[in-house]
């Protein structure tokens, strides 16, 4: 049982590059999130999903997008990549529910030069 | 707007004695409140939660409060020590329940 696994751990990007995040878990839960945490700024939500084929925007979207194709993976992509997006990416899963924990991956470090 | 505060500023305590971190919301309505901690170069992992009708709940050395007319909860670790230092983040389910929101989070650093 790995829990939540983010791929890859690290990466540098150029300005305009593009790629894509991959989040899987294996809990079988329904909600999957993407965060990124900068200094100061706490962890800032970007999208969601609370099921297979379901996404939705959280406070910070610009940018970016995101697939749930399967239920245990939530694939995070940045189409033209700016210095601005510099950042650690954290994805979490939950099993949905106002009193359910979420599980967090080790998170990726991305740097865009 | 929905806002989740945390003091920004670390808190340095010395070992032995409680620490209390605040966690203040506006314009929610939470019926559940959480808890976690922060390692540096580590995602966060989940501590306690707390329920509105629940006015204290406790975990070994961790207690946590939720008052509800205040719109605040409390976290305290009793007998801290120098392995407690880390980032504790409160967070809650906003957006009709489907987005797990995080305050920014408070550093305890635990000094002997």
């Known amino acids: 049982n790995a829990g939540v696994t983010q791929t890859p751990k690290f990466r540098v990007l150029k300005t305009g590059q593009s790629m894509t995040l991959l989040c899987a878990q294996d809990m079988n839960h329904e909600y999957m999130y993407w965060y990124r945490q900068d200094p100061g700024m706490g962890l800032r939500l970007i999208h969601y999903?609370?099921?297979?084929?379901?996404?939705a925007k959280g406070e910070v979207p610009d940018g970016y997008n995101v697939s749930r194709l399967k239920k245990q993976n939530f694939l995070l992509g940045l189409e033209s990549a700016a210095p601005s997006q510099t950042s650690v990416y954290f994805c979490?899963?939950?099993?949905?529910?106002?009193?359910?924990?979420?599980?967090f991956g080790q998170g990726t470090r991305l740097t865009v030069v | 707007s929905q806002k989740i505060e945390q003091n920004s500023e670390a808190l340095n305590i010395q070992e032995g004695k409680t620490a209390t971190l605040t966690c203040n919301y506006t314009?929610?309505?939470?019926?559940?409140l959480q808890w976690y901690r922060q390692d540096p170069g580590r995602g966060p992992v989940f501590l306690l939660l707390i329920r509105e009708n629940e006015k204290e709940k406790r975990k070994e050395r961790l207690k946590v409060t939720f008052d509800t007319t205040l719109k605040q909860s409390l976290f305290h670790i009793t007998a801290s020590q120098p392995a407690d230092s880390a980032t504790y983040l409160c967070?809650?389910?906003?957006?009709?329940?489907?987005?797990?929101?995080f305050g920014t989070g408070t550093q305890l650093k635990v000094e002997l």
């Open positions: 999903s609370v099921g297979e084929g379901t996404t």
């Open positions: 979490a899963s939950s099993l949905g529910g106002l009193n359910t924990e979420a599980f």
């Open positions: 967070a809650l389910y906003t957006g009709g329940g489907n987005k797990l929101t």
């Open positions: 314009n929610y309505s939470p019926a559940y």
